[in-house]
């Protein structure tokens, strides 16, 4: 591993040891749905995060799916919940392994990251109301998300000199645009199925709040 991986490996479980207090273990140790939800969280992102499109190898795009995770489960589980994700993905060497660092900070905590603060923003300044939830927090978030994640790995590979900024823009930037719309409707469709069927399981969703009950 070189300095720059072992860098972000520290930093990606310093940010984890920070997230995961006692109490929140104990809640999650207490309680088999939050554990079920994890788990299966974990799982269902390996299919997306396997089905990839890329012209150079650490220039992929694929979905996320992790709006919707913060949104079910916290920023603090939504952390957590994708580790389990990378291991799977790195041993059957979808990713390297040593890159685990850098796929949990740009990867995984800059899009959980973006997704909550847009959440926050939504519950603070705007009405709360279904519509607002489901179009600003869901569906946009995931396109925001996305794209804070594409222009991340983009810096990250021009300014290690990977690749030259001109291949970046061509072969990755150019791809990022298509993948907009199905990310925010992927994200939408999930968090409409879970409000209206398994709105006990949403962490982030008051009936009392965003129906009037």
């Known amino acids: 591993m070189s300095e720059g991986q072992v860098a972000a490996l520290l930093l990606w479980l310093v940010l ?52 919707s995770l913060t949104l079910l489960l916290g920023w603090r589980l939504a952390l957590l919940a994708p580790c389990l994700t990378l291991l799977i993905l790195s041993a059957f060497d979808v990713t390297e392994l040593a890159d685990i660092g850098w796929q949990g900070l740009i990867g995984v905590a800059m899009p959980v990251a973006t997704s909550w603060l847009l959440f926050l923003a939504t519950w603070a300044w705007l009405p709360r109301h279904l519509f607002v939830y489901l179009f600003v927090a869901a569906f946009l978030g995931g396109a925001i998300s996305i794209s804070v994640k594409v222009i991340a790995s983009a810096l990250l590979m021009g300014m290690s000199g990977t690749y030259p900024w001109h291949t970046i823009s061509a072969d990755y930037l150019s791809i990022w645009p298509l993948l907009l719309f199905p990310e925010a409707l992927l994200n939408g469709m999930t968090m409409t199925l879970l409000a209206v069927y ?4 949403v962490n982030t969703f008051f009936d009392r709040e965003y129906l009037g009950r």
Not at 20 to 46: D, E, K, M
């Open 198 to 201: 398994r709105p006990h399981w």
């Open 16 to 67: 984890l040891a920070f997230s995961l207090n006692a109490s929140l273990l104990r809640t999650l140790h207490a309680n088999p749905l939050y554990q079920h939800l994890c788990l299966g969280s974990a799982i269902v992102l390996v299919p997306l995060w396997t089905l990839r499109a890329g012209l150079h190898e650490g220039l992929e795009i694929h979905f996320l799916g992790l709006t």
